[in-house]
């Protein structure tokens, strides 16, 4: 062993018996950004950059479980990504694909798709749902995978979707504005049943959501770390918990 990782292990380590496990957030979103960027750096081209994150996702993933992270969005293809151009676009989404299939096989994780899946293609959509249908009971943290999601887009389906409803109940739109609450419209986001996220974590030293939970992150804590989402580290994560409950959550009071 190097004496680099070495000092990075004890390291860790002290982050670790710091932390204060009453404080762990139970809900993680995270902006995986970076991986263009660290294909660049490394002098290799952005669909291995595209790979190298999506397999940092089970490392993630299993940081969280020993921690006791309860739900876990992954934010891995926006609505705007979807312009990017064919060459880029169609291999990033099969690397998506398998890294969908991969978490619903696994058998530790359950899997929910958020965002709108008419803007995808019909085989991503297909693995989308077949994943969901798979991995959607199983005893595990709660993985939702953010692919075509906007937080624009998410809030504007589901007034789309609270209009309908009440539509088909036969109530009016003026009756609708009488009556509209916060928890009429959190009851149709993609997340609906869900707790809000405590932790937001984007990498890559982007500091901006970007339409992440729009909704959802109104009193989440942000974490904005410099390194690139493939080169994030249990000790980035940790760092992050350290962080984060080291914070006074006060909700706007």
Same mark, same amino acid.
């Given at each position: 062993?190097? +004496?680099?990782?070495?000092?990075?292990?004890?390291? *860790?380590?002290?982050?670790? $018996? @710091?932390?204060?496990?009453? @404080?762990?957030?139970?809900?993680?979103?995270?902006?995986?950004?970076? =991986?263009?960027?660290?294909?660049?750096?490394?002098?290799?081209?952005?669909?291995?950059?595209?790979?190298?994150? *999506?397999e940092?996702?089970?490392?993630?993933?299993?940081?969280?479980a020993?921690?006791?992270?309860?739900?876990?969005? &992954?934010?891995?293809?926006?609505?705007? =990504?979807?312009?990017?151009?064919? =060459?880029? +676009? &169609?291999?990033?989404?099969?690397?998506?694909?398998?890294?969908?299939?991969?978490?619903?096989? $696994?058998?530790?994780?359950?899997?929910?798709?958020?965002?709108q899946?008419?803007? +995808?293609? *019909?085989?991503?959509?297909?693995?989308l749902?077949? *994943?969901?249908?798979?991995?959607?009971?199983?005893?595990g943290?709660?993985? =939702?995978?953010?692919?075509?999601?906007?937080?624009?887009?998410?809030?504007?389906?589901?007034?789309?979707?609270?209009?309908?409803? /009440?539509?088909?109940?036969?109530?009016?739109?003026?009756?609708?504005?009488? #009556?509209?609450?916060?928890?009429?419209?959190?009851?149709?986001l993609?997340?609906?049943?869900?707790?809000?996220?405590?932790?937001?974590?984007?990498? #890559?030293?982007?500091? /901006?959501?970007?339409?992440?939970?729009?909704?959802? #992150?109104?009193?989440?804590?942000?974490?904005?770390?410099e390194v690139?989402?493939?080169?994030? /580290?249990?000790? $980035?994560?940790?760092?992050?918990?350290? $962080?984060?409950?080291?914070?006074?959550? /006060?909700?706007?009071?």
């Amino acid at each position: 062993m190097k +004496l680099r990782d070495l000092v990075y292990r004890l390291y *860790a380590r002290r982050v670790e $018996d @710091r932390l204060d496990h009453r @404080r762990i957030p139970k809900h993680i979103g995270v902006i995986l950004d970076g =991986n263009r960027r660290w294909a660049r750096a490394a002098g290799g081209t952005t669909e291995q950059g595209h790979q190298a994150g *999506a397999e940092k996702i089970r490392e993630l993933l299993g940081w969280c479980a020993e921690t006791d992270v309860e739900v876990v969005t &992954l934010w891995l293809l926006s609505t705007d =990504n979807l312009t990017r151009p064919e =060459n880029e +676009l &169609l291999p990033l989404l099969g690397i998506i694909e398998g890294t969908v299939r991969d978490l619903a096989a $696994d058998g530790r994780w359950r899997v929910h798709h958020v965002g709108q899946l008419d803007m +995808l293609p *019909a085989r991503t959509q297909r693995v989308l749902k077949e *994943a969901e249908q798979q991995a959607g009971e199983i005893d595990g943290i709660l993985v =939702n995978v953010a692919v075509g999601y906007g937080g624009r887009q998410e809030i504007t389906d589901a007034v789309r979707s609270l209009l309908a409803d /009440r539509a088909a109940q036969g109530g009016s739109l003026d009756e609708l504005a009488d #009556s509209l609450t916060v928890e009429d419209i959190s009851e149709h986001l993609y997340t609906r049943g869900q707790p809000d996220p405590d932790l937001v974590i984007r990498t #890559s030293g982007e500091q /901006r959501l970007s339409g992440f939970m729009l909704w959802q #992150s109104a009193h989440s804590e942000y974490y904005f770390c410099e390194v690139f989402w493939p080169a994030f /580290r249990r000790v $980035d994560y940790l760092r992050a918990l350290r $962080d984060y409950a080291a914070r006074s959550r /006060r909700y706007g009071s």
